[in-house]
């Protein structure tokens, strides 16, 4: 099956600092990916959804500039969350959409981020 | 907008019996897709099933399947014979549309369950 990768898997970094997050489609070209933030015990919230070569398009409530989405080629997305703050810590899953059928998107492994 | 519901923050379950995780969504659009993803304590979500709004028979995979009841709104888990791995959160989710997991997903609050043995 399709296989999606994310880098890194965890990460610690003081408040304030931008923290970049890679998520790639090894072995399919997307040209959708999806990126989530899920809290602990809590569900999984839709951050944006990234086309290749074009803006992402992000859901109501989350701040644009403060976290980043470059999605510029067919294999990699990129979140970088800017500034980041303790109340930024959570767990970021990105999710690729397998083109060009468009019928199924497979999960990365997911990104653990704590600010101190 | 759409909306999913899971009722049951926490469940438990003896070995190899079987044991239903409730789901109701809500949405106006007559296309849309249900979905059921496992997520163990690593992280990673694992899909389980797929049920279109269109589909007439209930969805299998091996030893899950989806009780869908398109008048109550409803899109159960059944899992059958548990098994001590199957401990996990599930996760109920919807798209808009029909293509089958290519949209974004709206995903409920989660079920919590823990095999015994």
């Known amino acids: 099956g399709a296989v999606v990768s994310q880098h890194p898997s965890w990460v610690i970094c003081k408040s304030g600092t931008s923290v970049k997050i890679e998520c790639r489609s090894l072995?399919?070209?997307?040209?959708?990916m999806f990126w989530y933030r899920q809290f602990p015990k809590q569900s999984l919230m839709l951050m944006a959804t990234?086309?290749?070569?074009?803006?992402?398009?992000?859901e109501q409530g989350v701040e644009k500039d403060k976290f980043l989405i470059n999605h510029a080629s067919l294999t990699l997305s990129t979140l970088t969350v800017t500034s980041a703050h303790p109340e930024d810590s959570s767990f970021y899953i990105c999710?690729?959409?397998?083109?060009?059928?468009?019928?199924?998107?497979?999960f990365g492994p997911g990104t653990r981020l704590t600010v101190l | 907008a759409q909306k999913i519901t899971q009722t049951q923050p926490g469940m438990f379950v003896q070995e190899k019996e079987a044991v239903t995780l409730d789901c109701t969504y809500d949405?106006?659009?007559?296309?849309?897709?249900l979905f059921w993803y496992k997520q163990p304590s690593s992280g990673e979500m694992i899909f389980l099933i797929y049920?279109?709004?269109?589909?007439?028979q209930n969805a299998t995979e091996g030893r899950y399947s989806l009780n869908f009841q398109k008048a109550r709104k409803s899109a159960n888990l059944v899992i059958s014979a548990s098994q001590l791995g199957d401990s996990a959160m599930y996760f109920c989710?919807?798209?808009?549309?029909?293509?089958?997991?290519?949209?974004?997903?709206?995903f409920g609050t989660g079920t919590q369950l823990k095999v015994e043995l």
């Open positions: 072995d399919f070209q997307a040209t959708t």
């Open positions: 989710a919807m798209e808009l549309g029909l293509t089958g997991g290519g949209n974004k997903l709206t």
């Open positions: 999710s690729a959409r397998v083109a060009p059928n468009y019928n199924e998107q497979f």
């Open positions: 949405t106006s659009d007559p296309s849309y897709g």
């Open positions: 990234s086309n290749e070569g074009s803006k992402a398009t992000y």
């Open positions: 049920q279109g709004s269109y589909d007439q």
